[in-house]
């Protein structure tokens, strides 16, 4: 039903193991944080990976699904999947906004555009009150699912998390693999082509960053929730540089590239936070890498030797 | 920086190793959660768990039956990265307790994890009064200094020296604006005006001279600097520069902020802590004895900070009995700190409020000319001194919740 | 004196001269950037670091071997251009066939590790550095008290841009590199050495960056992240004066640099954001920048 190939359904079912296994011998907490970057990273794959548009400012749908969620959960006590919700809206929203005025460059001035946009969209948030400045909004409480099922226990938070993320996910896969996809590649290998084919291809672009941007919100919301903390942090372009490196990492346009890339950066953070400035020089370093020596990515090499699509 | 990674680690390395080697003492282990590697690290980062770990080494514990073992990361300044390293501490590293704790954001976020696993937190170097105000809690101190005190001192105090009017210029976000409204709250209750201000983007800004120029043009005798690291640096620099002949108020100033910019620049500024190594014999003391660990830099308050609340800690974590302490909830140990007053080289003698506000004195110092300097680090002289009981901002407005009004 | 809008002249002149030397570093960084952009088609995120790694050297320069100032106008440049060197050879000469993307990426983390490293180093708080004693002092202009060494600064960048911009479009040599960009192949068969030649246009724009970095040292916080700070104004500068034009990096600099400095007047907290605001304005009305030719 998820137009999965023969090779991506046991893909899918490793990965869907391991997400059920991993909390009862892995830190849950640590693994939330890793599946909201994973489907941040995810969603951002579906704008750059299958559009190949590279856009620079995706932290501010992030931050703001974050915002939103944490903001409709404390102050008007929604639950948290409607908090989420809202939270996913609210990136879709703003990335109208942005991809209505991006769309209509291409390569580094599209880039650029998202750029500036996503600056102002951190200016804003720096500013207005709702957002509580450099401290965030902070003790944002779990709630109840449904109104029901208390989230305080990390387990039960984890279920929700991992659930947003295999929709999410399952979410991207049918996307790329629908007729709507063939085309989004076709856009991207050719655009012009596309366009004298009939397809209105600047339509099809705005519908896909808007998809991108509500996803990414979703992550956010999620990764706020789960933390009761939305913060500056997310609309930085620090992040949209972070969300960036975590794709290319596992691999731009594989469906579980960027899963990979968000496990890996998310370990390194986690496992290199007492090293200080040393976190800093280690992505460099692995964005040279990457450049250098494995351009598609961990899971886009190692498909390309084994000829598979991953 | 004479303080390297590779020494920290061996040093660890260093403490943890005689506890494997005797598994059956109890051990406390306290997590230093400090900026190792962004602005703030040379206001806290590696020199503050160099003060803690001298802390142990005062207070002696391989005698008196147990172990501490440190352990540190790195907040990046950023409350979401904090808040998730202190959870994870908290619930799977067997943290006891977590000291320093960053700048505000990081602080309240700290402690918001600390209450909600009812686990120890005692803040150092975040600045925010709010955390023993509105969002103030059972599990958490706030040892060092905060907004409310620095307003005091450098507002109130300036006033009563003849810095009646003031301009400030205030980095653009929550921080920059709260001390701005304090210190101007104090600055008009001692019979000054504030004759205006101007919010700078933040972070962003570079260049600093146009909004000098407009503090100038004001006529203020004072400037009020209400921003922290390289924003100060550069408004200070470009003061000089300029040529701006009104007095300069650091609200939030550190040692190492003077020590980076030299005297030749920095003299005449005005600025608050509540520790100076060279204030009297104790601080000396104390001073001397980091030397021997650290050559190259002293400590100012936020990292001296860090030496008195792990001292307090551990004197009452022996006096209770280890095991017992470890026992204990996060509530029930700050309760036994607060009970104990405390007495140190660094802030002498104090006591901890209800409120879980340490106090202690405040200092109003002025930046010496390069002539008056007998050496490196000799920066400092005194110009006034807010007595313990009038340092803090009095229990009763500070509307914490722990407090029944 | 008179008002304009409610607000002094005095003041308002002032805000301009003071925008038109801020204007001068993002000149000076900006023709760098479009140098390299125009010649190497590279976006050079690193350029940011390589401004802070001109101040650092300068610095180093005065505090271990007591060499001042006006020497280190004249080393560090060189010094951060063989560095540029290194980079290019080992680096950014594998990227010149691929999608812009990369390169930017490729430098961005050039960035990061330059400066995770001065940071190990150095701190954070910065290092002191002293105007020059030639230049201190000022000169009261009657609407505001102008420091020499802004003067200097101004004087400077205006210089060095104009002759850059003089060889690039008036000599013989700008006439070879231009040509290399339209077709290597033709001007190799000239037996002109391209590859030489791009390596050496990459040390030159990064050797301006360690130019304005050391010009940048005595005014403001000589420190690690003192270049992040910059580099995305100035690329905002670059697209704006059109990706790769050499005049339009250098007038867009003063420019916005003006902009800015009125924007400190009128909307204090919004100088930061204010380029980006009139770059996405440019990039939708214009999308070859102001001064750019073509495009998309």
């Known amino acids: 039903m998820f137009g999965f190939t023969r090779q991506h359904g046991i893909a899918f079912l490793v990965m869907f193991a391991a997400v059920v296994i991993a909390p009862f011998f892995l830190y849950p907490v640590f693994l939330m944080k890793v599946l909201c970057f994973a489907l941040f990273a995810c969603a951002y794959n579906l704008l750059i990976g299958y559009v190949g548009l590279g856009s620079f400012g995706h932290a501010a749908f992030f931050g703001m699904g974050g915002y939103i969620a944490a903001y409709t959960a404390k102050k008007w006590g929604f639950n948290p999947e409607i908090a989420i919700i809202t939270g996913a809206a609210a990136g879709a929203a703003l990335g109208a906004v942005f991809g209505w005025l991006s769309i209509r460059r291409q390569g580094i001035y599209f880039a650029m555009i998202t750029l500036a946009l996503s600056q102002m969209v951190y200016f804003f948030c720096n500013q207005a009150s709702f957002t509580g400045g450099e401290d965030g909004i902070q003790q944002v409480p779990r709630g109840n699912l449904f109104g029901l099922i208390s989230l305080q226990s990390d387990m039960a938070m984890y279920v929700v998390v991992s659930v947003v993320f295999l929709f999410g996910f399952l979410l991207i896969h049918r996307i790329v693999h629908s007729p709507f996809g063939q085309v989004l590649k076709a856009i991207r290998e050719n655009e012009p082509r596309a366009t004298s084919l009939g397809y209105r291809t600047n339509d099809y672009k705005l519908i896909v960053f808007i998809l991108s941007a509500g996803i990414a919100g979703l992550a956010g919301g999620t990764k706020s929730l789960v933390f009761g903390i939305a913060t500056l942090t997310d609309v930085a372009n620090a992040m949209s540089g972070e969300v960036i490196l975590m794709t290319l990492l596992g691999g731009m346009g594989t469906i579980f590239g960027p899963v990979l890339g968000a496990i890996m950066i998310g370990s390194i953070e986690n496992y290199l936070a007492q090293l200080g400035a040393w976190f800093a020089v280690t992505q460099g370093v692995i964005f040279v890498l990457c450049i250098m020596f494995f351009r598609r990515g961990l899971l886009g090499e190692l498909a390309a030797r084994l000829k598979l699509s991953l | 920086m004479s303080l390297t990674r590779r020494g920290l680690l061996a040093a660890t390395a260093a403490t943890a190793a005689p506890f494997s080697a005797r598994a059956q003492r109890p051990t406390l282990k306290i997590g230093v959660l400090t900026d190792l590697a962004g602005v703030y690290q040379d206001i806290v980062g590696p020199l503050a768990v160099e003060c803690t770990r001298l802390a142990i080494a005062d207070f002696g514990v391989s005698a008196k039956g147990f172990d501490v073992e440190i352990v540190t990361a790195d907040h990046q300044n950023k409350p979401d990265i904090g808040a998730s390293l202190a959870r994870q501490w908290y619930d799977r590293d067997g943290v006891d307790i977590i000291m320093e704790g960053g700048s505000s954001g990081v602080a309240l976020a700290v402690a918001a994890v600390a209450k909600d696993k009812n686990k120890a937190y005692i803040n150092s170097g975040g600045a925010t009064s709010d955390l023993t105000g509105t969002m103030c809690n059972a599990q958490t101190l706030h040892w060092t200094y905060d907004t409310y005190m620095l307003a005091k001192s450098t507002g109130g105090a300036m006033v009563k020296a003849g810095g009646d009017s003031w301009f400030f210029i205030t980095a653009d976000y929550a921080f920059g604006h709260a001390l701005t409204r304090d210190v101007g709250s104090f600055v008009e209750q001692g019979g000054g005006k504030v004759l205006g201000k101007v919010a700078t983007p933040f972070p962003g800004t570079t260049d600093f001279s146009a909004f000098l120029l407009q503090a100038q043009a004001s006529g203020a005798k004072v400037i009020g600097l209400a921003n922290a690291g390289a924003d100060t640096i550069n408004c200070i620099k470009q003061a000089r520069e300029f040529g701006i002949k009104a007095t300069l108020g650091g609200l939030l100033v550190f040692l190492s902020d003077v020590h980076s910019l030299g005297l030749e620049v920095c003299n005449g500024l005005v600025l608050t802590e509540s520790f100076y190594w060279d204030l009297n014999d104790r601080t000396r003391a104390f001073s001397e004895r980091l030397k021997a660990k650290s050559p190259a830099r002293r400590a100012g308050m936020a990292q001296a900070g860090c030496y008195s609340s792990a001292l307090h800690y551990l004197k009452v974590a022996n006096d209770v009995g280890v095991g017992k302490f470890k026992a204990a909830g996060g509530a029930d140990v700050i309760e036994m700190l607060k009970k104990m007053p405390t007495d140190d080289d660094v802030f002498g003698a104090g006591s901890i409020r209800p409120d879980g506000r340490a106090i202690h004195p405040s200092y109003l110092f002025q930046v010496k000319k390069p002539s008056e300097s007998k050496g490196p680090w000799d920066y400092y002289k005194l110009l006034s001194t807010t007595p313990t009981d009038q340092a803090f901002r009095p229990i009763a407005d500070g509307r914490c919740p722990l407090i029944k009004a | ?296």
């Not at chain 3, 063989?82 to 999608?99: N, P, S």
């Not at chain 3, 339209?182 to 030649?197: C, D, K, T, W, Y």
């Not at chain 3, 009139?278 to 999308?287: E, H």
Request: some cysteine.
């Open chain 3, 1 to 296: 004196m008179f008002m304009i809008f409610g607000y002094s002249s005095a003041l308002l002149f002032g805000q301009l001269l003071l925008g038109l030397i801020n204007g001068a570093f993002y000149a000076l960084l900006s023709l760098g950037l479009a140098i390299i952009f125009g010649m190497l088609n590279i976006v050079n995120f690193a350029h940011g670091a390589l401004f802070m790694l001109g101040a650092f050297v300068a610095w180093a320069l005065l505090e271990f071997l007591g060499i001042p100032y006006w020497w280190s106008l004249l080393i560090a440049p060189i010094v951060v251009g063989a560095f540029g060197i290194i980079l290019e050879k080992v680096f950014i000469a594998r990227l010149y066939k691929l999608d812009h993307l990369y390169g930017l990426l490729l430098t961005f983390g050039l960035a990061l590790v330059i400066e995770g490293l001065a940071r190990n180093q150095f701190g954070s708080s910065g290092m002191p550095f002293a105007i020059p004693p030639e230049l201190q002092g000022g000169t009261d202009l009657g609407f505001m008290f102008m420091p020499n060494y802004r003067g200097w600064v101004v004087l400077a960048s205006a210089s060095v841009c104009l002759v850059v911009w003089l060889i690039i479009d008036k000599t013989s040599l700008g006439a070879n590199l231009r040509a290399a960009t339209e077709n290597p192949a033709l001007v190799q068969s000239f037996g002109i050495n391209v590859p030489r030649m791009i390596t050496l246009t990459y040390a030159a724009g990064v050797a301006l960056a360690a130019f304005a970095g050391v010009l940048a040292a005595p005014i403001y916080s000589v420190n690690p992240g003192m270049g992040s700070s910059f580099i995305i104004t100035v690329f905002a500068v670059v697209v704006i004066g059109g990706m790769g034009s050499i005049a339009g990096s250098i007038l867009t600099g003063f420019g916005l640099g003006i902009v800015e400095g009125l924007t400190k007047v009128f909307y204090p907290q919004g100088s930061a954001t204010v380029i980006f605001v009139v770059m996405v304005i440019v990039l939708l009305t214009r999308p070859a920048g102001l001064f750019g030719r073509g495009g998309h």
